[in-house]
């Protein structure tokens, strides 16, 4: 954009949305036409009356304050001889309820907008029209809109000029980086439900991120007014509670005519909707639809198999992902949350970037997160970070960690270096600031940290697991050093004094945390401090538990001789569980693969086909479409796990899929980019067949394999030029290039 005049509404009634207006002529002689557009707040653009693009909740969420994006679109053919240029423009994150306290106009108190339309005309002249104070400002039909609180169209109200533009603060621009933002599906209602309470409630059979489109004609004035659920309670009566300060409507007011209703600045979560208000007698469904928003990502994982609720559960890992993946990785989309976590995100990203094509997706948030990185090199908990205001000095292992994990998992996934290049500086920040945190040069021994999130081990009411919160800090320490070592030396760089770094903090995570091969199970209290609702006490937290081992072994913290005896530990605490995990955020994450990478496929299996809770298919039998944030979200008597933390649409338990494309079919990288693989799937009778297919930058692999009484049929496909090492059950072993491969075992 060539000029940035940054432009305002002479008056703003709060949450209201309003519109920007422009009439132009043009003669007619146009080669290219090219508008460019942003605000502060989200923006709706139309010419001549036709939606400019095909994006929505434009420009999407940055850290404001560092950059904003603005998108840039073809309009050559919309242009007539006389034009009306509409850029309307709700509050959304920027200016509305947004943020882990709730705060309101995090980034200015009214909404904004910037535009430049670049006309290229027949006699090579170029024509620019700006926003400027020429623009008029009318009111709009959306008279409130929230990210957390709905939005109200009323299609009654009246159109107002208020006036001509003022100049408004400027906020730097950058072209969009990010994945358009789009809607992607639409569901129709299954089913009208009426409730033992009476209320009459939608059920879209699937929980999803988007709005409610509805086609009504009514009488003018009439309102309807839709509340957004996930679940139904235990006696089948709508249930929102869990939505904390996002349990509001939408309300839709009738023109008398015809109207097509859906919000334009706002979006919900939800399966159910109840019908709070609405005018006419007869209900017809079609009249509704759920219509999907998330990014624009290339799906390019596939799995499936021939157990029914494995199939849900994976399905459900999807839904997660689209649910959670609207322009930044939001941890839920429902709740007076919706932010930007750095813990979930990185425990998710290795299966989210199998799943999906999420390049153009992490490359923006990534961009934010070096931003906002702190001086002293810290990352927060919440990226972009101004709405974790007041929680600044949460900056804890494990979620910081997304600094490295993320950039080296993309690199590993894609090949491509500039994920590292770019992010080199921020990850090196952020090992240094592990390192110069307490006394401890090679430890982390001091600050707060989420530990092992919602992991039951410390009690069913505990938000915080049993684990030793040092130990995790350490663990994450180490992982992010080696991540680093291994990116620079991807980059060509002497990582010499990092290796050596990474080598004292092993040394010293091995003194000060083992004893004899095995963690220790009292650690020395030290000055970490956890999440308040937690019942064990900072010093109460242990060594040997689940997550400690699992973590020990999938990161390599012990001698090969040790492992042995770790893993029967580990498999001794989970029969003494019940064959169940006890595992939270960050040891339910690798538990399954530290199984597998020690061999014991058979306790894997056990934990992956696990009912009772804690277990992936305990949401999956009580009804889940999407991936539960807490393990008894919904309790074997029906009651709810919390009203303040219990998410129906948390995509982080989800990463279980690495561990389903890993192991069930198999498909390992041995190198970047699926430039070398290794297939080794671990078939299991009750799955009966599993197939997996992915679209890699070096090509499609395909790994599948199908029970025949009492052999086992495999079939490979490897994309040319793609050399794997074939390991079948049994000690087969092949190495093949390209191709496509059977073996029956
Ligand atoms: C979020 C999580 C997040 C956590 C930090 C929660 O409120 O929903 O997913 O990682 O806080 O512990």
């Known amino acids: 954009m060539r000029v940035q005049n940054w432009i305002k509404s002479p008056e703003y009634a709060e949450g209201a949305a309003v519109a920007f207006t422009k009439n132009f002529t043009s003669d007619g002689s146009i080669v290219r036409a090219t508008l460019h557009v942003s605000c502060l707040g989200i923006y709706k653009a139309s010419l001549n009356g036709k939606k400019v693009g095909r994006q929505v909740l434009t420009p999407g969420i940055t850290s404001y304050d560092h950059r904003i994006q603005y998108q840039s679109y073809d309009v050559t053919d919309m242009i007539k001889r006389e034009n009306l240029l509409i850029i309307s423009v709700g509050p959304g994150w920027a200016i509305g309820h947004y943020g882990l306290i709730r ?11 910037v535009a430049e339309l670049e006309i290229i005309t027949a006699d090579g002249n170029t024509h620019y029209i700006n926003t400027d104070q020429s623009w008029q400002v009318y009111t709009t039909e959306v008279t409130y809109s929230d990210i957390y609180r709905g939005e109200k169209v009323d299609k009654t109200a009246e159109i107002r000029l208020i006036g001509n533009a003022l100049e408004a603060k400027s906020f730097p621009l950058v072209p969009q980086i990010g994945a358009d933002i789009i809607e992607n599906e639409i569901l129709p209602p299954l089913e009208l439900i009426i409730t033992p309470k009476g209320e009459r ?204 994990i993320i950039p080296y998992t993309l690199y590993e996934v894609y090949n491509d270096k500039s994920f590292l290049s770019e992010n080199f500086d921020m990850m090196c920040k952020w090992v240094e600031y592990m390192r110069s945190t307490g006394p401890e040069e090679f430890l982390w021994l001091t600050g707060f940290h989420y530990g092992d999130w919602l992991a039951i081990d410390a009690g069913e009411d505990s938000y915080v697991g049993a684990t030793s919160a040092d130990l995790i800090a350490t663990v994450f320490y180490a992982h992010s050093t080696r991540l680093l070592v291994k990116s620079g030396e991807a980059l060509g760089k002497d990582m010499s004094e990092y290796r050596r770094l990474y080598e004292n903090i092993v040394k010293r995570f091995r003194e000060y945390f083992m004893e004899n091969g095995m963690p220790r199970e009292r650690l020395p209290y030290t000055e970490i401090k956890t999440y308040p609702k937690s019942t064990a006490g900072d010093n109460e937290r242990r060594g040997v538990t689940q997550t400690a081992i699992a973590l020990i072994l999938h990161f390599d913290l012990c001698l090969p001789e040790e492992r042995d005896a770790l893993i029967d530990k580990l498999a001794s605490l989970i029969h003494e569980f019940g064959d169940r995990m006890s595992t939270g955020f960050l040891g339910t994450a690798y538990i399954l693969l530290a199984l597998s990478e020690c061999g014991r496929h058979d306790l894997a299996y056990t934990l992956f086909f696990q009912r009772q809770s804690p277990s992936w298919l305990y949401s999956v039998e009580h009804g889940a479409t999407t991936i539960w944030e807490h393990w008894n979200g919904v309790k074997e008597d029906g009651s709810f796990w919390s009203v303040d933390m219990n998410s129906f649409n948390h995509y982080a338990y989800g990463s279980v899929a690495e561990w389903m494309y890993g192991v069930i079919c198999g498909i390992q990288q041995t190198d970047v980019g699926y430039k070398q693989i290794r297939l080794a799937p671990i078939p299991h009778r009750d799955l009966g067949y599993a197939k997996c297919k992915l679209k890699t930058v070096s090509g499609e692999i395909e790994s599948s394999w199908k029970y025949n009484n009492d052999s086992i049929d495999f079939e490979f496909t490897i994309p040319d030029g793609v050399n794997a090492e074939i390991a079948l059950p049994g000690g087969y072993t092949e190495r093949v290039c390209g191709g496509k491969h059977y073996y029956t075992v």
């Open 103 to 113: 705060s309101y106009n995090m980034w200015g108190k009214d909404v904004s907008a």
């Open 201 to 404: 409630v939608l059920d879209f059979g699937q929980n999803i991120t988007g709005y409610v489109a509805l086609n009504i004609k009514g009488r003018r004035g009439d309102r309807v007014a839709l509340s957004f659920g996930e679940v139904l309670d235990k006696d089948g009566n709508f249930y929102n509670e869990n939505y904390r300060n996002a349990a509001y409507p939408v309300i839709y007011i009738l023109s008398g005519e015809p109207d097509c209703f859906k919000p334009t600045y706002s979006f919900q979560g939800f399966r159910y909707v109840r019908l709070d208000e609405y005018p006419l007698d007869c209900i017809d469904l079609s009249s509704f639809k759920a219509i999907v928003v998330h990014s624009d990502m290339e799906r390019t994982g596939y799995f499936e198999c021939g157990c029914a609720p494995i199939n849900q559960l994976y399905h459900n890992v999807i839904w997660g992902q689209k649910g959670n993946f609207l322009d930044i990785p939001t941890d839920c989309p429902q709740r007076d949350e919706r932010l930007g976590w750095t813990g979930d995100a990185q425990v998710f990203c290795k299966t989210a970037a199998i799943n999906f094509d999420v390049r153009k997706f992490f490359k923006k948030w990534l961009g934010d997160l070096r931003a906002e990185q702190g001086a002293d090199g810290s990352i927060t908990g919440v990226c972009p970070e101004k709405c974790a205001y007041g929680f600044k000095t949460r900056i804890s292992a494990g979620w910081g960690d997304a600094a490295t």
